[in-house]
């Protein structure tokens, strides 16, 4: 069973930038698919980003492309999520998570859930 902590929010002006980490521990992290979402306060959890662990497949959502970069370091049993040029509106708590399924994009389909970090970007 695996055991997500993120780390790395916090407070930013708009246009600055963000890095979240997710320390992975128990199971075969390799073997996951890892994804990032978030919720705002009043808002339903949204896909953000997603790399497959077994074939590399990395997904974005259409709201981050090109602002957001995630990687992963198998070694270190860490996802990250780089945020750049971030905006008012990316304000939320972070959520990362270890899946299993095909489907990267659906939480539903997620196991494994951190506990989240709060980004608040200011305008």
């Known amino acids: 069973q695996a055991q997500l902590v993120e780390s790395g929010g916090g407070l930013v002006q708009a246009g600055g930038s963000l890095k979240l980490s997710c320390a992975a521990s128990g199971g075969t992290f390799s073997r996951y698919n890892m994804g990032w979402f978030r919720q705002a306060p009043g808002k339903e959890r949204e896909f953000i980003a997603a790399f497959s662990g077994l074939l590399g497949r990395i997904l974005y959502a259409d709201s981050v492309k090109g602002r957001f970069t995630i990687s992963r370091d198998n070694a270190k049993n860490t996802v990250y999520l780089q945020m750049n040029s971030l905006k008012p509106e990316d304000t939320a708590v972070y959520y990362c998570?270890?899946?299993?399924?095909?489907?990267?994009?659906?939480?539903?389909?997620?196991?494994?859930w951190g506990q989240g970090t709060q980004v608040t970007v200011s305008s």
């Open positions: 998570a270890a899946s299993s399924s095909w489907n990267l994009s659906n939480g539903d389909d997620y196991d494994y």
